[in-house]
């Protein structure tokens, strides 16, 4: 399957995401040295994998912060299928750098955790298809304290897709493992991307992931977007460049 023809069937599913003039810094003023973001618009389109880039303190984690409704625009509106978002939303699920599953539970029970309210069934089922989802069928019994850092990080995948989100939002999931097991991740996101059609808004430092996985990129600097690019004949030194 063509990346063209991947897109298409995952527009099926996903959600689309607009961002208008949203703006958000930690100290009063518009200054861009008080940190945050904005003034900043953006659409991510239905079934997009999108990747956001830029040096510490640019403001990549702050803006997922505002895409997951934990933080609230200061000016501006964000919008998931021209619905504003007001908040934490059952369809705007976040994957951060570390998996912060629950130790007192099994892997099952931290895929199921944000379920509750579904019949034991619906649990069940959905359990089951998110673990085989990301290789790891034959392990809802399993302890936390059991797991490598590189099947935590799928349980805390699992966890996401189980809730069937519109927008999957991740902080840098992968940065925290070691060079072998990020690149096989890696391969395997982009393999639940095409199955499952979310929307997928993909933070990284690493501009080299952000080539290999993302269909567009966005480098934001001191809270601004800075370049807004299909990555398709972007290369690494142009990135590079953008950023220095």
Known sequence: MTRLETAAAAAQSGAELTLQDVTYRYRAGRDPASGGVG?????VAPGEFLCIVGPSGSGKSTLLGLLS??????RGEIRLDGEAVRGPHPRLTLVQQEAALFP????????????RGLSRTEQGRREQDSLALVGLPDMASRRVHE????????????RALATQPGVLLLDEPFSALDVATR??????LLDIWQRRGVTVVFVTHHLEEALALGQRVVA?????????????????????????
């Not at 007192?104 to 379920?115: A, K, P, Y």
């Not at 990555?231 to 460049?241: F, V």
């Open 183 to 188: 690149e096989r991740l890696s391969t395997e």
């Open 104 to 115: 007192w539970l099994t892997v099952g029970g931290n895929v199921r955790f944000g379920l």
């Open 39 to 43: 003034p900043l618009s953006l659409q």
């Open 69 to 74: 409704g934990f933080l609230t625009p200061q």
């Open 220 to 244: 934001l600097r001191e809270g601004v977007a800075v370049l807004d690019a299909p990555t398709a004949g972007l290369s690494l030194s142009e990135l590079e460049a953008v950023l220095r």
């Open 147 to 158: 797991l490598s850092g590189g099947q935590r990080q799928r349980v805390s995948l699992a």
